[in-house]
């Protein structure tokens, strides 16, 4: 195999390939000035309408049969979807299987050139190694977000025994690129205008949105009110 480029900042060019169309459209899709990461803080309304149902297909953190789920739209280059991800880990560990978390993809092109190869990358574990693997790569790519490309996925795929060749002809294949462009549809669909954007949703489908990096406090208290609805 062709060396790649040895810059940390590269991707492999199948998944450049692949993620072409998409990023196309998805740049199209948003409107220019209100696409940023969001800050702190909840200016959502009460409730959110038509975000697609959790499914077998969904990468899940928790218990599946948990009385809530939080389902977070993210991008993988969103310092504050960083700065959220370990605040909900320590949440669904700590409601011990009365709370799971959903990750979803929310990748802003126009301000985050890595966004979406990540979220390409991060399928294309899953497909070879499981959902268990898939939230070993995100939280690998958390903890390692300044080190996004090739070499920082090609180091977590040797960890998890995925094949490269195998990984590289993932980053081809259509429904990949699909499943992350459904993603997206559907968070601008059910209102998010940056990253990270949560809906809590309980047993009774009430869904209790906010958007940015929570506290553990302010994110505890929106799963209490969610459990006790």
């Known amino acids: 195999m062709k060396k790649l480029a040895e810059s940390k900042y590269l991707i492999p060019s199948s998944i450049v390939v692949a993620g072409f169309l998409i990023a196309v459209s998805i740049y199209i899709a948003q409107p220019k000035g209100e696409i940023t990461d969001s800050g702190f803080g909840n200016n959502l309304s009460a409730t959110v309408n038509n975000i697609n149902e959790v499914n077998e297909d969904d990468h899940v953190r928790g218990n599946r049969?948990?009385?809530?789920?939080?389902?977070?739209?993210?991008?993988?280059?969103?310092p504050f979807c960083s700065r959220l991800h370990p605040t909900i880990s320590q949440i669904v560990d700590e409601y011990d299987g009365e709370v799971n978390w959903v990750y979803r993809h929310?990748?802003?092109?126009?301000?985050?050139?890595?966004a979406l190869g990540t979220s390409i990358a991060s399928e294309c574990v899953?497909?070879?190694?499981?959902?268990?693997?898939?939230?070993?790569?995100?939280?690998?790519?958390?903890?390692?977000?300044?080190?996004?490309?090739?070499?920082?996925?090609?180091?977590?795929?040797?960890?998890l025994s995925i094949s490269r060749n195998a990984f590289n002809a993932c980053a081809e294949a259509e429904d990949v690129v699909m499943g992350i462009q459904a993603d997206f549809e559907n968070a601008r669909e059910i209102g998010a205008r940056g990253t990270p954007f949560v809906v809590v949703i309980n047993e009774k489908g009430e869904t209790f949105p906010f958007s940015?990096?929570?506290?553990?406090?302010?994110?505890?208290?929106?799963?209490?009110?969610?459990?006790?609805?």
């Open 65 to 78: 049969d948990a009385k809530v789920s939080i389902v977070e739209f993210s991008d993988f280059e969103c």
């Open 126 to 159: 899953a497909e070879f190694g499981g959902n268990d693997a898939f939230w070993t790569f995100t939280d690998r790519v958390f903890e390692n977000q300044r080190e996004l490309g090739v070499e920082l996925f090609y180091e977590i795929l040797d960890e």
């Open 212 to 229: 940015g990096a929570l506290s553990y406090e302010q994110i505890r208290l929106i799963v209490e009110e969610a459990l006790a609805s």
């Open 106 to 114: 929310f990748p802003l092109t126009s301000i985050h050139s890595r």
